[in-house]
């Protein structure tokens, strides 16, 4: 998908188009990650689907629930949503910045191949 080090960098068109899919993809993944955690929500608590995305956007950003839990099962699925979101939001950050690092690292190693030691 990333092109060698030993090819030259990517056209800044290209580069770009390549942000913008990771981009694309780290929204579908935060897409379906609210939805996982709406639907646990609605069916566990009981919440109408406005709450159940503000409780789930909430605790996916690492903020924390709104609504307080009633049921023995919302709190487990809540327990086990946050631990998922703590893993998805460092997955989603590492997906939208990974076109960037890369470039970043191919052009430091662009630049060092010229000299040797």
Not at 44 to 59: Q, T, Y
Request: one cysteine or more; a positive charge.
């Amino acid at each position: 998908m990333y092109e060698h080090h030993t090819k030259p960098l990517l056209p800044r068109k290209v580069f770009y188009r390549r942000i913008v899919d990771h981009a694309l993809l780290g929204a579908a993944v935060i897409a379906v990650s609210l939805g996982i955690g709406m639907t646990g929500y609605h069916e566990f608590e009981g919440l109408p689907w406005v709450d159940a995305f503000v409780n789930a956007a909430m605790i996916l950003s690492g903020m924390g629930p709104v609504a307080t839990l009633q049921t023995n099962g919302g709190k487990i699925f809540a327990g086990c949503y946050a631990l998922f979101s703590g893993l998805a939001l460092i997955a989603i950050l590492g997906i939208i910045f990974a076109p960037v690092i890369h470039r970043f690292l191919h052009k430091f190693h662009l630049e060092n191949e010229g000299r040797k030691p």
